[in-house]
């Protein structure tokens, strides 16, 4: 039978607040055991939670965003449960008045573009963290993550692979950062997956029952995944058997899921509005602030890259696909502006190749975007071949120095001397004489042999339009 | 609408709270008288009206995003059943 594979994703985005979104502790990360969780976060007897303005504003940017409904008046609700993380014995969320309600956003897979919509996006607080394997019969709790601002963003079961998912997952990740919303940090856990996988008979408009996966926490396990769980789910079924349903934990080393809790017993919530809580109000000022505030979106960005610059959408869509990337090249424009295309193949080409052969982030680049900057430059004012940049790149990348220093050093620059080129031009021709009687007959290709004889005789360095218009003249 | 002693139990249970058979028959009933108190508002026609979250008029005041909170951590920990390395421990839960 073909099956389709349904999926929502939930993403809970930290945000980047510097305290968390009912106390004034610090949300800093990686500090010592429970030096940052207060009374509040304790949920010791007579405190009482604040919400953080900061924490607010950056659900509206997100719902701004994805083009969402801001729900102006929200409301905190109590979600039950016992957890040794969880110190009140509910989490501060919202189920049925979240900031922010339904969105969309565009995803491309290939050539393809698709919208995946964006149910909503909700406030929540964070749970702190258990600790299983530092004492034997014991589980140690930290709870400086307690309190800690999610954003809980529910897509709309709108995606039909794991490639799907994975292409709306970075589109968020990318979009929280470029807002400013999220560090987007997946090792320390800032930003979080959990799909929810179910297939069905191709055609059929009924969804069929879903499992959740959990503890997903980079892109990579994020496909794994689903891929495993479309399997373990179509094994079940063609076996005659029922899929049900339940949460299941990502298992990387094995790389399996596997059923997490009898979570069935345990999933009545009994949620009820926070009364240590009242009624969110955003003003019409504070959204219009914050929409005046918004910083250029990716799409945005892309569009401007098309249209100023010239670039053609597949360029575009790379370059402002993470907030890094767009960053970098446009330090590199600021000398650039008439280099842009130049510039973006440099990124996308060279810079990129070497920055995947050795594993690093653009952000800890080695050449960085000034020092890459003027090496478009020295291409575009002909000081360089584009050739001969290259090499002047990897002597960059080695920490050799500037293009300037290299270019000087190794003296690279280019010969754009006419009298010096038309010399070795003469003598080549003079000395190939077949090849000569071939141009003339005719062979355009010929050409090609004797730019190669002149860049040999100048070691790559005679400017090459010069070069051409001096062989052409001098050969007619 | 009334509960039975089964969901009363449930309800016991998601709350981990023990009761034993009488304790449960009685919180039934005292529930169940409740919820007929409750129950003369279904006679009121509320299609048009808001859900209420709050008893209080007034809406939520925001807090500057400010850290201002001190570590107090071994004072707290002074009233932790358990303490190790800083954390709270608790019987092991593993999943």
Not at chain 1, 181 to 186: A, F, L, Q, S, V
Not at chain 1, 288 to 298: A, H, Q, R, T, Y
Not at chain 1, 368 to 390: E, F, N, P, V, W
Request: contains cysteine; glycine residues 6%; negative net charge.
């Amino acid at each position: 039978m073909q099956w389709e594979t349904v999926i929502g994703l939930e993403i809970h985005a930290q945000l980047s607040t510097k305290s968390k979104i009912f106390s004034a502790a610090s949300t800093k990360f990686g500090q010592e055991p429970n030096s940052q969780a207060c009374a509040v976060d304790l949920g010791l007897p007579g405190v009482l939670p604040v919400l953080n303005k900061e924490a607010v504003d950056k659900a509206i940017r997100f719902g701004l965003a994805v083009n969402a409904h801001i729900n102006q008046r929200n409301v905190f609700d109590r979600k039950n449960y016992f957890y040794p993380d969880l110190p009140k014995g509910y989490q501060i969320s919202q189920l049925d008045w979240p900031i922010v309600g339904e969105g969309e956003i565009e995803i491309s897979i290939g050539d393809e573009t698709k919208i995946i919509g964006v149910t909503r996006a909700h406030l929540e607080e964070d749970a702190g963290k258990s600790v299983h394997d530092m004492f034997d019969d014991y589980s140690a709790i930290d709870l400086n993550r307690a309190g800690t601002p999610l954003l809980e963003i529910v897509s709309e079961p709108d995606m039909r692979s794991a490639k799907e998912a994975v292409a709306y997952a970075k589109k968020i990740h990318a979009l929280v950062q470029y807002i400013g919303i999220c560090d987007g940090n997946m090792q320390e856990g800032s930003f979080r997956c959990d799909a929810n996988v179910s297939i069905r008979p191709m055609g059929q408009e009924k969804l069929g029952t879903r499992a959740e996966l959990k503890n997903i926490n980079s892109f990579k396990f994020l496909e794994k995944a689903i891929n495993l769980e479309v399997e373990r789910q179509q094994d079940i079924i063609e076996d005659g058997g029922e899929v049900v349903q339940e949460t299941r934990l990502y298992d990387a080393v094995k790389n399996e899921t596997r059923s997490m809790r009898s979570k069935e017993e345990a999933n009545d919530y009994r949620y009820f509005p926070d009364p240590d809580l009242l009624p969110v109000e955003i003003s019409d000022e504070m959204l219009e602030n914050i929409k005046s505030e918004l910083p250029e979106l990716p799409q945005e960005k892309k569009a401007r890259f098309i249209n100023d610059l010239g670039l053609n959408d597949y360029d575009a869509d790379v370059l402002t696909s993470q907030k890094s990337l767009a960053d970098y090249f446009e330090i590199m424009l600021e000398g650039n502006t008439s280099n842009a295309k130049l510039c973006a193949n440099w990124v996308m080409g060279e810079l990129s190749a070497s920055l995947n052969k050795n594993q690093i982030e653009i952000d800890n680049s080695p050449v960085s975007a000034q020092d890459l900057s003027l090496l478009i430059t020295r291409i575009g004012d002909d000081t360089i071949s584009g050739k001969i940049a290259k090499d002047v790149f990897k002597a960059i990348w080695d920490g050799e120095g500037s293009a300037d220093e290299i270019i000087d050093a190794k003296g690279l620059k280019q010969m754009t001397d006419t009298g010096a080129i038309e010399a070795i031009v003469d003598e080549i021709i003079a000395n190939n004489a077949p090849q000569v009687e071939q141009f003339k007959s005719g062979n355009e290709k010929i050409l090609g042999f004797f730019v190669g004889q002149a860049m040999k005789a100048t070691q790559g360095k005679a400017n090459p339009k010069l070069l051409n218009e001096l062989l052409r003249s001098k050969l007619s | 609408m009334s509960l039975t002693q089964d969901q009363v139990g449930q309800i016991a249970y998601l709350a981990r709270l023990s009761l034993s058979d009488e304790q449960l028959e009685s919180n039934t009933k005292d529930l169940n008288s409740i919820l007929g108190l409750a129950e003369q508002l279904a006679d009121i026609d509320t299609d048009d009206i808001e859900p209420m979250a709050h008893p209080l008029h007034m809406s939520q005041r925001l807090r500057e995003d400010v850290v201002n909170e001190q570590d107090q951590s071994e004072l707290f920990q002074t009233i932790a059943p358990k303490i190790g390395n800083k954390h709270y421990l608790v019987p092991t839960v593993i999943e």
